[in-house]
């Protein structure tokens, strides 16, 4: 596609329930981030993906947060047992990290409320 | 770890006037690149200017510019020529080789008329 897509845009889950985010990331691209934005903060990393190489998973707040990237491309973020402090935008980026002068490519979020 | 530290919260800048937004990082890598986004209200992240460490100039993107003191660790990004339409949240980041990328707390501009 022509950018990084995630979907749901939107998501209202129930305290307790999993969910999983999903990012397309823009075709080519090796690396993939996580983020998580609180409501007027910055963003929080959660994990990386870069290749084949094992994932940087430093970010992760808890053992309820994984993620997986599978063949290279698409990625999910599943958090289980969903609590309110969840609640916030997670973002997904893509690089092709040719060097160090490439940027991120963000998709416009997921915006999860725990309800 | 990286650290990327922008301690201003919020500015204020009148339309047309330039604006210095802060930020230092800390590593020790001698290789990396700074970058700068832009979140306006809806939400989407727009990259504004990218400065590597082995740069000798500071970079320029139209009305951006990027102050990069090596020496002193900060990137300060310079908005000439404010405009309503530059009120957002801007976010520094650094990426270092083959790592993860991140971000600032972020600064929020209010451009007034």
């Known amino acids: 596609g022509a950018g990084v897509s995630q979907s749901p845009s939107n998501k209202v889950t129930e305290k307790g329930k999993d969910v999983e985010l999903r990012c397309d990331p823009i075709?080519?691209?090796?690396?993939l981030y996580w983020y998580r934005q609180s409501l007027g903060q910055g963003l929080e990393f959660l994990i990386y993906f870069q290749g084949n190489s094992a994932p940087d998973k430093s970010g992760l707040p808890s053992d309820r947060f994984s993620a997986e990237r599978t063949g290279g491309s698409v990625s999910t973020l599943t958090i289980q047992r969903t609590q309110q402090e969840d609640s916030a935008v997670y973002l997904c980026a893509s690089i092709l990290p040719r060097g160090l002068n490439t940027e991120a490519f963000f998709g416009q979020g997921t915006r999860l409320t725990v309800v | 770890a990286q650290k990327i530290t922008q301690t201003q919260p919020g500015m204020f800048v009148q339309e047309k006037e330039a604006v210095t937004l802060d930020c230092t990082y800390d590593t020790s890598d001698q290789s990396y690149g700074l970058f700068w986004y832009k979140q306006p209200s809806s939400g989407e992240m727009i990259f504004l200017i990218y400065q590597g460490s082995y740069d000798e100039q500071n970079a320029t993107e139209g009305r951006y510019s990027l102050n990069f003191q090596k020496a002193r660790k900060s990137a300060n990004l310079v908005i000439s020529a404010s405009q309503l339409g530059d009120s957002a949240m801007y976010f520094c980041a650094m990426r270092e080789y083959d790592n993860d990328m991140r971000f600032g707390a972020g600064t929020r501009l209010t451009v007034k008329p």
């Open positions: 075709s080519g691209h090796t690396a």
